[in-house]
């Protein structure tokens, strides 16, 4: 199996548009399979994050790495280490109520951003289990938001 910083360079070499454009082919692939496709990049397991448009009102669906701790999962907002935050990062902060689907199960959450020692804790346990993401705060001068997303 390829190694995290394989999958980071790789997500790094698509840029902002190339990721949209993989993002948009793994949705209807993983609700058609229940997660069985493009339900893990590396050993880190993938969600779909499902947020309302900052400016369009319209529900936005991305494929995102997560980090389950307990009833919480915990997203990144890295966008593969570009210089602009992800569209469902922005969105998350101008509306934290969403949905998810982990497999074929679907919930509502509301988000968080954590800060401080909260933050660099998720952040470390995050990079345990995918490394690329310290490849992407590399590539960046921005902060990289945590987002816990706890159940509704």
């Known amino acids: 199996m390829p190694s995290d910083r394989f999958y980071s360079r ?10 949209r454009v993989v993002g948009k082919l793994n949705v ?7 997660g069985r496709l493009f339900g893990r990049i590396g050993r880190a397991p993938v969600l779909l994050l499902t947020t309302t448009g900052r400016r369009s009102g ?17 997203v ?6 570009n210089r602009h935050e ?14 998810i689907e982990v ?10 951003v954590t800060q401080g020692d909260e933050r660099a804790d998720l952040w470390r346990r995050m990079n345990a289990q ?5 490849d992407y705060e590399e ?14």
Do not use: C, H, K, M
């Not at 209807?28 to 229940?34: D, E, F, K, N, T």
């Not at 319209?58 to 919480?72: C, F, I, K, S, W």
């Not at 990144?76 to 280490?81: L, R, V």
């Not at 995918?130 to 310290?134: L, V, W």
């Open 139 to 152: 590539r960046t001068d921005r902060d990289i938001a945590v987002f816990v997303l706890e159940p509704r």
């Open 86 to 99: 992800p569209a469902w990062s922005l969105n998350l902060r101008a509306n934290p109520d969403a949905e």
């Open 130 to 134: 995918f490394a690329g993401f310290e």
């Open 103 to 112: 497999g074929g199960s679907r919930r509502l959450v509301r988000a968080r």
């Open 58 to 74: 319209q529900p936005r669906t991305a494929p995102v790495v997560y980090l389950r701790d307990g009833e919480r999962l915990v």
């Open 76 to 81: 990144i907002g890295s966008n593969a280490g």
């Open 10 to 19: 790789v997500s790094s070499g698509l840029g902002e548009r190339g990721l």
């Open 28 to 34: 209807p692939l993983y609700r058609l399979s229940g």
